[in-house]
């Protein structure tokens, strides 16, 4: 069974900086492209950043791009997603979620029950 | 930026009945080399994160319940739940995976009359 589970969401104040980890289970890591996705509160979803299955390739939303930076540690089983510069508007939950395939451009089959992130003064 | 619009923002449905959900791309997801339209839906729960429901714009993801199906090509694509059950409110999205940002459609609730 895929299991994808997400820590190190909080609150932290704009201008700073959190990174998210997604521990990933039940299927071969390395073989599969990881997505980042958000909802702001009472809000849709939006996509965030992917990384390829060879982590070799990388992928941001302009809303994140040159704040944001996905990673992912294939010995580890772990997604990482390190957020600096935070504003208000990145205030949401985070989901780490698993492609259909090695190829960053799939869509998804698996969602961990993500990480509330929070900025504010 | 490929924009995704989703009709209508909300539907209520009798139980048993058919919901129909529309959505529509901003220029074609469909890549031609593989003759696959680059279009997911997903299901959304409250309090639950989101469920993929069809890939590829009309196969259905393993243990998806067949009264749901996906149809469209192109620029144009149809959700559709032939019989509504209880368990199926929620809010739906379609996402387009053709190009970077994977921009998804504001949403569609769907709810019981």
């Known amino acids: 069974e895929v299991q994808l589970l997400e820590s190190g969401g909080g609150l932290v104040q704009p201008g700073g900086s959190l990174r998210l980890s997604c521990a990933a289970s039940?299927?071969?890591?390395?073989?599969?492209?990881m997505t980042w996705v958000r909802q702001a509160p009472g809000k849709g979803l939006e996509w965030v950043s992917a990384i390829c299955g060879s982590g070799g390739s990388t992928y941001y939303a302009d809303s994140v791009k040159g704040r944001f930076t996905i990673s992912r540690d294939n010995s580890k089983n772990t997604l990482y997603l390190q957020m600096n510069s935070l504003r208000a508007e990145d205030t949401a939950v985070y989901y780490c979620a698993k492609a259909l395939g090695g190829s960053c451009y799939s869509s998804v089959d698996n969602w961990g029950q993500g990480t509330l992130v929070t900025v504010s003064s | 930026d490929i924009v995704m619009t989703q009709s209508p923002d909300s539907l209520a449905v009798s139980l048993g009945e058919r919901a129909t959900i529309n959505c529509k791309s901003s220029?074609?997801?469909?890549?031609?080399?593989?003759?696959?339209?680059?279009l997911a839906w997903y299901q959304q729960k409250p309090g639950q994160p989101p469920k993929l429901l069809i890939y590829w714009a009309s196969t259905r993801e393993s243990g998806v319940p067949d009264r749901f199906s996906g149809s469209g090509s192109g620029t144009d694509f149809t959700l559709t739940i032939s019989s509504l059950q209880a368990e199926d409110v929620a809010v739906y999205y379609c996402q387009q995976h053709y190009s970077i940002p994977f921009t998804f459609g504001p949403g569609t609730k769907v709810d019981i009359k």
């Open positions: 220029q074609s997801v469909l890549y031609s080399s593989n003759n696959k339209n680059y």
């Open positions: 039940g299927f071969t890591f390395s073989s599969y492209a």
